[in-house]
C-alpha cells in the first residue's frame, strides 16, 4: 500500500557532504511525520533526524549543526542534508515515515529499504 524509497548515499570523504531523499507514495491521506535512522554494523538502529506535519524537527546530538532535514509535502518527500560527514556518520540509513493511510485509521510507521552512506577517513 505505502512505499517508501530511498536515493542519494554513496561514498563521500571526511569533511564532505551527501543529500538523502525519501519519497513516499501509495495509499496516503496523511503523514504524521518522517524522518531517518541510521545502523552501522554491529550497532543498534538509531534516530538520526525526524520532522513533524507542523514542521518541528527532532535530533540527535551527533548530528546537531551538521545535518538538516526538510521536507515537500506537495512530493509526500523528505530530505536529509549532511554536511561535514565524518567516518562515524558511515552505516545504513533508513527512511520512516508514520503515515495514515485513511481517514478513519491511526497512523503506521513505515520503512525504506535503507541506502548506504560511507564516509572515508
Known amino acids: 500500500q505505502v512505499q517508501l524509497v530511498e536515493s542519494g548515499g554513496g561514498l563521500v570523504q571526511a569533511g564532505g557532504s551527501l543529500r538523502l531523499s525519501c519519497a513516499a507514495s501509495g495509499s496516503i491521506y496523511s503523514i504524521n511525520a518522517m524522518g531517518w535512522y541510521r545502523q552501522a554494523p554491529g550497532k543498534q538502529r538509531e534516530l538520526v533526524a525526524a520532522?513533524?506535519?507542523?514542521?518541528?524537527?527532532n535530533y540527535a546530538d551527533s548530528v546537531k549543526g551538521r545535518f538538516t532535514i526538510s521536507k515537500d509535502n506537495a512530493k509526500n518527500t523528505v530530505y536529509l542534508q549532511m554536511n561535514s560527514l565524518k567516518p562515524e556518520d558511515t552505516a545504513v540509513y533508513y527512511c520512516?515515515?508514520?503515515?495514515?493511510?485513511?481517514?478513519?485509521?491511526?497512523?503506521?510507521?513505515?520503512w525504506g529499504k535503507g541506502t548506504l552512506v560511507t564516509v572515508s577517513s
Open positions: 520532522i513533524r506535519g507542523d514542521s518541528i524537527t
Open positions: 520512516n515515515a508514520n503515515i495514515r493511510v485513511r481517514i478513519s485509521s491511526g497512523g503506521m510507521d513505515y
